[in-house]
Structure formats: C-alpha cells, structure tokens
C-alpha cells in the first residue's frame, strides 16, 4: 500500500470506506456511479484483503475488485492490511486511513452503518470517522498536509433505521448489480458456503428489492439510503424534494 500512495497525487471527490471487497458494492454502488455520472471523481478504500472469506481467496477478491471498480467508474481503489475478521479500531489502522485521506482529500466520505450483523461493518463507522478527524490535526505526521473531509455519510442499506436521505440509482440499477456480480468468488453457486450464501439466482431479486423498497420512500423508482449525523439545512422550502401528498 505505501507503495501505492507515494506513486502519484490521484484526488477523489467522493471517498467510499469499506471492511471487504464487494461491500461498497452492495451498499453505495449505484451512488458512486451517480456521482461519476456528475463528472465528481470517485474512489473506494477497502480495509482488508479478504483473506478470511469462506469463499475464493485474497487474489480472486483482488481481481474481482478491479474488475467492479471499472463497472463502478471509480478513479482510484485500493485496499489496506487490516486483519480480515479483525478490524480494530486503533491508532496504527486509523493512520493507516489518515494516509489515504490525505493522498485523496476527499469532500465527501461515504462510511458503513454503525450498527451491523459482521463485526467489521460496525467497526468501520467509528474507525472511519475517527481517521477523519485525526486527518486533520497537524501534528499527526504521514509526510501529507492534514485534510479533514467537508461531509461523512453513512450508508443504512442493511440498517433497520429510517435513512435521513435516498440516492435516487434509477438509471444506474443494471450497472450497479454487475459490479456486484463480478464477485464470481463470492456469488457464484457452489458447494463451499452453500447454507450461508444467497443462492445466485436470488441475488437480483432480493438486491433490486431493496432498492425499490428505498426508491419508492423518495418517489423514485430505486434508490440507495443514508443517514447523516447533521441536521440539514434548508434555503428554499419550495424547492425541497419529494412530494408530501
């Protein structure tokens, strides 16, 4: 990864944080594509390799991973060295994460819920955060100047909370499902994990059903949710969107 990060200034507009490869996929892929749509420079930081998966292995993640982030249309992703099961919320894996912050400067950084099944989900959220704010204090060296993100965001795909705001992903609904599906490793059918896993031929259904589900609390057809610790901040009130009757 330093290698990486010392091999060029990429930038990002909008920074996606995730434990696991596939991850932002399921959870914000079709905001990512919607902000590339826009002409805003997108990226994604995975946390660890995947070496933990009961399926496919750390290479077959790595492949695959570039393969959805070329469907996604994202500048620039990464992942980190983060112990795949095990993500703690450190110093050591905060500056790991500073680093990055600082390399990319992200306006936006789009963090999982903080309340999830897997343990690493959950972890991110206070982790992500905390490097936000830690990447803004000077005297925390990495060799770049200190940036502290304008927004965090937190994608609720799989949270039982009422979202504060929907991504409308209508005409990105296709693209989003095969950047998904270029997790063979992971979705494909097969005997390894087969009670645990949805079955491929599922996958579609159940994915495009959430998101209708979300879309049509917006009045769109399908849509991505978030939540954000902030009030919001109204100018107009006749050009808010989302029709109440």
């Not at 750390?58 to 795949?84: C, F, K, P, T, Y």
């Not at 502290?148 to 209508?170: C, E």
């Not at 063979?184 to 949805?198: C, E």
């Not at 031929?201 to 991505?224: C, S």
Request: proline content about 5%.
């Amino acid at each position: 990864m330093d290698a990486a990060l010392t091999s060029g200034p990429p930038q990002a507009d909008v920074l996606a944080i995730a434990a696991h490869r596939d991850d932002v996929e399921q959870t914000c892929g079709g905001t990512l594509l919607r902000m590339a749509a826009r002409g805003l420079r997108t990226a994604i930081l995975d946390l660890t390799q995947g070496e933990a998966g009961t399926r496919g292995t750390a290479a077959d993640r790595a492949r695959e991973a570039a393969e959805a982030a070329s469907i996604l249309g994202v500048s620039w992703r990464q992942a980190l060295d983060l112990a795949d099961g095990a993500v703690a919320n450190t110093l050591e894996n905060r500056v790991k994460i500073v680093r990055v912050l600082r390399l990319l400067r992200p306006r936006a950084v789009i963090l999982p819920y903080g309340q999830a099944r897997h343990p690493d989900h959950a972890i991110v959220a206070p982790l992500g955060y905390e490097a936000c704010f830690l990447s803004g204090l000077a005297k925390i060296e990495t060799g770049s100047a200190p940036h502290r993100p304008y927004k965090i965001v937190y994608a609720s795909l799989y949270a039982d909370v009422r979202p504060s705001f929907i991504v409308d992903i209508t005409p990105f609904i296709e693209q989003r499902h095969a950047a998904l599906m270029a997790y063979r490793s992971q979705y494909a059918n097969q005997q390894t994990g087969a009670g645990l896993f949805v079955p491929e031929e599922e996958i579609r259904e159940r994915t495009f059903a959430e998101a209708r589900h979300y879309g049509q609390l917006a009045g769109v057809r399908y849509g991505e949710p978030f939540l954000q610790k902030e009030v919001g901040l109204v100018d107009d009130l006749t050009l808010l969107p989302v029709q109440s009757l």
